[in-house]
Structure formats: C-alpha cells, structure tokens
C-alpha cells in the first residue's frame, strides 16, 4: 500500500516537513495541530484553541476521504492541568457520542500554545460526516 498525505486549506500550513495527514489503506492519521487558523493566527485562550485545533483536524481528515465520525483516537497534550474543563467543554462541541476514545497528557509547548491534539480515523467506520 502507497502513503497518501493531504492538507485543507481550512489549516495552517505544516510548519515542518510533515503532512497534516496521512492514509495508507482506510487508516487516516491527522497531525498534531494547535488553535492556530488558516491564516496562522493563535487564538486565545483554552477553549477556542481547542475548537481550532479539533476543527483543523477535521479538515485535514477530510482531505484524506475520513470524517468526524471516523475518528477512533484522539490524544490531547495541555499545558495546565486546571485547563483540563475549559478544553473538555470545547471537545464535547466537536464530538458526539460515541466518543473517541482519548488520551490526555500535560506537556510544555512553545510559548502560547496552550492544547495540541492529533487523531485516528478509520475510514468507512463511521457514518463519514
């Protein structure tokens, strides 16, 4: 099988030599992405860099055939532990149930990123959308 990669351009660029995602098969990988816009604004505060983030991942997923309710992984990297409601507010924006199954992990990040998620998807084991 042939690696595909595929952007959006609903995300920034990759800010290194990577792909926002990538497939081989019905397996679809998004890259880790902050709550930095198409532009490349970084948006404030926990909650809206989430739902950038989760929406970013979305549509790099999407440029590779998968759709929200193909995700089957979300990992979740926060900064701050006291974060972890605000970011968890904006996640259950995005999904719904069944969820994803998830991790989340504290990390540092560079200076203003507070949330960095990456995902899984399978494609065709969801309803696509």
């Given at each position: 099988?042939?690696r595909i ?13 990577y792909?926002?995602s990538?497939?081989?098969?019905q397996?679809?990988a998004a ?5 930095f816009?198409a532009a490349?604004?970084l948006?404030?505060g926990v ?19 998968a759709g929200?309710?193909?995700?089957i992984?979300?990992?979740?990297f926060l900064?701050?532990?006291s ?5 968890n ?6 999904f719904s149930?069944p969820?994803?199954a ?6 540092g ?5 507070l949330?960095e998620?990456d ?6 084991q969801g309803?696509?959308?």
């Amino acid at each position: 099988m042939v690696r595909i990669a595929a952007s959006s351009d609903q995300s920034p660029p990759p800010a290194g030599p990577y792909s926002p995602s990538a497939r081989i098969g019905q397996i679809v990988a998004a890259a880790g992405q902050g709550g930095f816009t198409a532009a490349g604004e970084l948006l404030e505060g926990v909650g809206a860099q989430t739902r950038q983030a989760l929406e970013n991942i979305v549509a790099n997923l999407a440029a590779n055939g998968a759709g929200e309710r193909d995700i089957i992984s979300v990992r979740v990297f926060l900064t701050d532990p006291s974060q972890f409601k605000e970011m968890n507010e904006a996640y259950e924006g995005i999904f719904s149930e069944p969820y994803p199954a998830r991790t989340t992990v504290y990390v540092g990040l560079p200076a203003g990123m507070l949330v960095e998620i990456d995902a899984l998807a399978v494609v065709g084991q969801g309803d696509g959308s």
